[in-house]
């Protein structure tokens, strides 16, 4: 669905910016409207990296009246294969100074301001109120988590991206959308400290193009929000495959959460925190039944998986190929996450056994696959309690 635009517009703009900006007036639904918005707007980029830097050339490009980067990096010699807003002079350099010049030589009325500082749970918060959209292009799980954590308590829509070896993913998350839309958040998609053993790029390698591609889809739908122009990818998560050139779309549906003095209502007064709000319940909603009405999915034992296999259960084991690389379950059938909710059909067997690191994803995939009519369950407590019930594997 379509929402209101985020900003007012501006009274007018200068000659000079109708000019330069004069194929957005002639976009049909857009016009001088749109353009006059996003003059107005204040876009909060976090990572002057990979993503941010296309996000910033993008918004600076589409005349975001002002940018604030946040980055305590300083630019490496390494940097340059994807992170094209830096040149080899700046080597040395913050990373945020590359901002200010590049957005001054694309759009002289955007203002950009740059902050050299890691932003952490503690000053999360003070750095990200004002801006009517954040985007996140950091590249660790623990200053995403900070950023989701303020954008939630903030109400501020958070439009999201990771890109890592050939994959990628982008989405919106929301605490407090406008009203019939559903309000969806980073441990919808990733449970808290999931993804904190994820590898750097410096480990597995990021292909470079992939995050102009990323960054240029991150940056659209910043312009969307802030215009009320197009659909947002809020409730939809998009995962590309850039070996294969392909692009498919999860469907990303709220995990159930308390509603206590921990997870303060979005936009409240409170003090920021070190997290997400976490799901209370492992199983989530399905599309198409409520989850209450679904019969619980059955936990199994290691024991009892082992069983299951010698019995002919496939055992599939949704985790990222960063976390299969460490070790898996012999036998095992390895299809991510992602993968499995776009497709469950891949899953060609008639009795399963799902599998991730400690359970949650593999509740996600196992719902899925009961929608489509396969018989799954989930190895309770996932590699985790396999690993740690030597015995009961061995038995």
């Known amino acids: 669905m379509a929402f209101p635009p985020l900003v007012d517009p501006v009274a007018a703009l200068d000659e000079a910016e109708r000019t330069r900006t004069a194929r957005h007036a002639v976009l049909a639904g857009f016009g001088e409207l749109a353009q006059r918005r996003l003059a107005a707007a204040h876009v909060a980029v976090v990572g002057a990296g990979g993503l941010g830097s296309p996000v910033v050339l993008a918004l600076a490009a589409a005349g975001v009246g002002t940018i604030t980067v946040i980055d305590d990096d300083l630019v490496e010699a390494s940097n340059l294969q994807r992170q094209v807003m830096h040149r080899v002079g700046d080597v040395g350099a913050p990373k945020v100074d590359s901002a200010v010049r590049i957005a001054a030589d694309l759009s002289p009325t955007t203002v950009v301001r740059p902050v050299r500082a890691l932003l952490t749970p503690d ?30 308590q903030l109400g501020t829509p958070l439009v999201w991206g990771v890109v890592q070896e050939f994959h990628a993913q982008a989405t919106v998350f929301w605490s407090a959308p406008p009203a019939g839309a559903t309000p969806v958040v980073l441990a919808d998609l990733y449970p808290p400290d999931a993804a904190r053993e994820a590898p750097s790029c410096a480990q597995v390698g990021v292909l470079g193009a992939l995050c102009l591609q990323v960054g240029s889809i991150l940056a659209t739908e910043v312009v969307k929000l802030l215009t009320g122009v197009g659909e947002p990818l809020l409730g939809r998560v998009l995962v590309i495959d850039a070996l294969r050139a392909r692009t498919d779309e999860v469907p990303l549906r709220p995990a159930e959460r308390r509603t206590d003095a921990s997870h303060p209502t979005p936009g409240a007064d409170a003090a920021p925190a070190a997290s997400p709000r976490r799901p209370a319940a492992a199983i989530p909603p399905s599309s198409s039944a409520d989850a209450s009405s679904r019969s619980p999915i059955p936990q199994l034992t290691p024991a009892q998986t082992l069983a299951a296999q010698r019995d002919g259960a496939v055992l599939l084991d949704v985790r990222e190929p960063f976390e299969t690389g460490r070790g898996v379950i012999p036998g095992s059938v390895l299809l991510p996450l992602a993968q499995v909710l776009a497709d469950p059909s891949r899953v060609a067997a008639p009795t399963v056994v799902v599998v991730c690191q400690a359970g949650m994803r593999a509740q996600r995939a196992a719902a899925a696959l009961r929608d489509a009519g396969v018989e799954a369950s989930v190895l309770a407590g996932g590699i985790d309690a396999w690993s740690s019930d030597i015995a009961a594997v061995h038995a």
């Not at 999360?124 to 950023?147: I, N, Q």
């Open 123 to 152: 000053n999360a918060r003070e750095l990200l109120t004002g801006a009517h959209v954040v985007v996140d292009g950091t590249d660790t799980f623990e200053t995403r988590e900070a950023v989701a954590a303020a954008c939630e």
